[in-house]
């Protein structure tokens, strides 16, 4: 897919963290069918994988509009019920209370596997081109920064992960008081380096935070579809299915708008 800011060089990219950076391991799909196998609900492991995309959607509008972490504990627990309803009946199971209640307090104990366990960062591993494509962008002159969605600055994490050298600037949303897609949480990242919206690109996993956000402030956006849930046809953004690919896409637009980096 074309670039429609193509005139302009790319001299930002901003990531955002889950799922485009890290990722959980095992699967947050995986953790609910094992969760389900608990309660005798049996599962689809690829309508749960696709299901998340539909619960993740909800999760970022309802965040947006309140983000979780200041709602009182009653409203965070009936938001939390809502996610698994939402999630269990994209996934084609039935979802009375009963089944929610049971499959949220079994989902939950998942995050004491041995997987989890063994690290104080909840089981996250890097993807292993995080790394290579961030210094071909670095050596390119290409700025990075991360831009993410959490309830503590993920500085520590990005360290833990072993790529926050890398980056230029590191942006939580908890720090700024703003969530994606709020636009004040973009600004947050290429005002400081002072670069034009125009002149950056950010890439993500979800369209509702991370794509329709970084539109809407008149920077470029792209997609990352790890896990091939995406539909093309669908989306007005290029996809790309891991980063080097993406750092491609970079240097095709840059040398077409003559910036040499």
């Not at 995050?111 to 494509?133: K, L, M, R």
């Not at 400081?192 to 125009?198: Q, T």
Request: aromatic share 8%; hydrophobic share 40%; proline share 5%.
């Amino acid at each position: 897919m074309s670039d429609k800011n193509s005139s302009s060089p790319i001299r930002l990219v901003t990531f955002d963290l889950y799922d485009t950076l890290i990722e959980l391991h095992p699967k947050r799909w995986e953790r609910l069918q094992t969760a389900l196998d608990r309660i005798g609900i049996s599962s689809n492991l690829e309508l749960l994988r696709s299901a998340d995309l539909v619960a993740e959607d909800f999760f970022t509008i309802e965040n947006g509009r309140t983000p979780i972490r200041d709602r009182a504990a009653a409203e965070r627990e009936q938001f939390r019920l809502e996610y698994m309803r939402i999630w269990l009946e994209a996934a084609e199971i039935s979802a009375d209370d009963h089944t929610v209640r049971s499959a949220r307090q079994q989902y939950m104990a998942e995050y004491e596997t041995p997987a989890v366990e063994s690290g104080t960062f909840g089981g996250y591993q890097v993807f292993a081109d995080v790394v290579p494509a961030l210094r071909k962008l670095q050596q390119a002159g290409v700025k990075r920064a991360v831009i993410s969605n959490a309830d503590d600055d993920v500085t520590e994490l990005c360290t833990h992960m072993a790529f926050a050298h890398e980056m230029n600037l590191i942006v939580t949303s908890a720090i700024v008081g703003y969530e994606k897609p709020d636009p004040r949480t973009f600004r947050a990242a290429f005002e400081p380096l002072a670069i034009a919206p125009a002149e950056v690109l950010h890439i993500g996993d979800q369209p509702q935070s991370d794509v329709s956000g970084s539109l809407s402030v008149g920077m470029r956006a792209a997609l990352i579809d790890r896990y091939h849930r995406h539909d093309p046809q669908n989306h007005e953004v290029p996809i790309f299915t891991g980063l080097l690919d993406l750092v491609d896409h970079v240097f095709e637009v840059n040398a077409t708008a003559g910036w040499p980096g």
